[in-house]
């Protein structure tokens, strides 16, 4: 079982910055693979960011590529996501997900543990 807690998110105007924290406890986080996904309201779950065990493979959704940058800290079992020159297209509930092996990291159903999730609330 692994243990997710979000945190980082707030109010922001368009063109801020905000970053994400995911620390994880429970199992071994070098074991396992972390996503980030955001759910606007009245919209669907949707995938935003990924970061591979090893950091190698990192992969973003078209609309935050540039702007985001997924990252993790084994020594403290937690993964980032800064977002910078966010736009109010950017507001959501943002989650951080996990798993030991996804195959195709950009479908939710993928992840076995989730967070609570954190509101990040961009205004023009």
């Known amino acids: 079982q692994v243990q997710l807690v979000a945190s980082g998110g707030g109010s922001v105007q368009a063109g801020g910055s905000l970053r994400l924290s995911c620390a994880a406890s429970?199992?071994?986080?070098?074991?396992?693979?972390f996503g980030w996904f955001r759910q606007a309201p009245g919209k669907e779950r949707e995938f935003v960011a990924f970061i591979s065990r090893t950091s190698v493979i990192k992969d973003y959704t078209d609309s935050v590529k540039g702007r985001f940058t997924i990252s993790r800290d084994d020594a403290k079992s937690t993964v980032f996501l800064q977002m910078n020159s966010l736009t109010p297209e950017d507001t959501a509930v943002y989650y951080c997900?996990?798993?030991?092996?996804?195959?195709?990291?950009?479908?939710?159903?993928?992840?076995?543990?989730w967070g609570q999730g954190t509101q990040v609330t961009v205004s023009s």
């Open positions: 429970g199992r071994t986080f070098s074991d396992y693979v």
């Open positions: 997900a996990a798993s030991s092996e996804v195959t195709l990291q950009r479908r939710s159903s993928e992840y076995f543990f």
